[in-house]
Nanobody, 123 residues
């Protein structure tokens, strides 16, 4: 089982990026999924989560209104559209599969962490 995150890069403040997370080895279409991020010297923090159907989503207050999480179960892929990026969004972004039925914000409730993709926002 592997999660491969991609789409990161260097962008100016106010710009946009779209992250993808492709799952291989098994289908996660019946499980919630989430995005977390980790900035240098800081703990990994919750960004967004989505239910297995895509019908429910949850966001950290810091990204609400700017980021959109979505998924395509047919492609076994998770997405994170990031708009109006700020320098404080700079971090390595990780995708993961939820262990519990609800939308948890705790990293302890997620598994199969991908390798992460670097997002750098310049001011």
């Amino acid at each position: 089982v592997q999660l491969q995150a991609s789409g990161g890069g260097l962008v100016q403040a106010g710009g946009s990026l779209r992250l993808s997370c492709a799952a291989s080895g098994r289908s996660f279409s019946t499980l919630p999924m989430g995005w977390f991020r980790q900035a240098p010297g800081k703990a990994r923090e919750f960004v967004a989560a989505i239910s297995w159907s895509g019908g429910r989503t949850q966001y950290a207050d810091s990204v609400k209104g700017r980021f959109t999480i979505s998924r395509d179960n047919a492609k076994n892929t998770l997405y994170l559209q990031m708009n109006s990026l700020k320098p404080e969004d700079t971090a390595v972004y990780y995708c993961a599969v939820g262990l519990v039925a609800g939308l948890s914000t705790s990293r302890r409730d997620y598994t199969f962490w991908g390798q992460g993709t670097q997002v750098t926002v310049s001011s």
